[in-house]
């Protein structure tokens, strides 16, 4: 689960060798994926008795996070890598991080809440590139990117940060649960969340490569892992 289907997709060849892949946006056309929804989408797709490995990343992990709290029976390992649960961090900026992007969008513009956000999470993000030299469907892809940024920060960033996990029902499934990070997010706002979160779970945080979009930054070294990970549990 991620910001965009189609770059999952495309970009875990390694994964795609030993597991069956199904690559969902929480984006819509007018509504915002939530852990009932993922779950209705599993009953859908998984045999009666089988249970599902879930990745998902930034919102996509608060997504994850969420079906794991309301629905862990049809979970065998959920990876939830960098949800940018704001709410938890101790630090008062760090928590209205998110609303200060927001208060930025409405009164200078897209191009200074995208300034604000990208410097605000310390250089872990890399710019999108020019959607001339890629192929038609990445290029697709990126397209969609940049038309539902302003969508994004008005109708989800809020939103999603606000969100606070269900700590008594994590603590119970505990196990089935890894808390991951871009490793080149270590020291960032990124990853903060994350590692809050599983301190309080009694867990260690899980690097994976990249910084926070990682499946796209290394996706080979990405996807082998994430292999590694989930074939450890």
């Not at 080149?184 to 690097?207: F, K, N, Q, S």
Request: negative net charge.
């Amino acid at each position: 689960m991620g910001n965009d289907s189609a770059g999952t997709e495309r970009r875990h060849p390694v994964m795609a060798d030993v597991a069956k892949l199904a690559s969902v946006s929480h984006q819509t056309v007018s509504r915002v994926l939530n852990g009932e929804d993922a779950h209705r989408l599993l009953a859908h797709l998984l045999p009666a008795g089988e249970e599902a490995y879930v990745y998902g990343s930034s919102s996509g992990a608060i997504v994850a996070l969420d079906l794991l709290a309301r629905h862990p029976e049809r979970l065998r390992t959920v990876v939830a890598d960098q949800p940018p649960c704001a709410r938890l961090l101790p630090d008062v900026e760090e928590r209205l991080f998110f609303e200060r992007v927001y208060e930025a969008f409405r009164a200078d513009g897209l191009g200074a809440a995208a300034a604000y956000f990208l410097n605000g999470i310390g250089g872990t993000l890399k710019p999108m590139p020019d959607p001339a030299g890629l192929p038609p469907r990445t290029a697709e892809m990126i397209g969609r990117l940049n038309a539902n940024f302003p969508l994004f920060l008005e109708h989800e960033l809020r939103q999603f940060t606000s969100y606070v996990p269900d700590e008594t029902a994590l603590a119970a499934v505990s196990e089935r649960l890894v808390l991951a990070a871009g490793r080149d997010t270590r020291g960032h706002l990124p990853y903060r969340p994350a590692a809050e979160l599983a301190d309080r779970l009694g867990l260690e945080v899980t690097e994976l490569p990249g910084g926070h979009s990682g499946y796209t930054d290394c996706p080979e070294e990405f996807g082998r892992r994430l292999q590694e990970v989930l074939g450890a549990r």
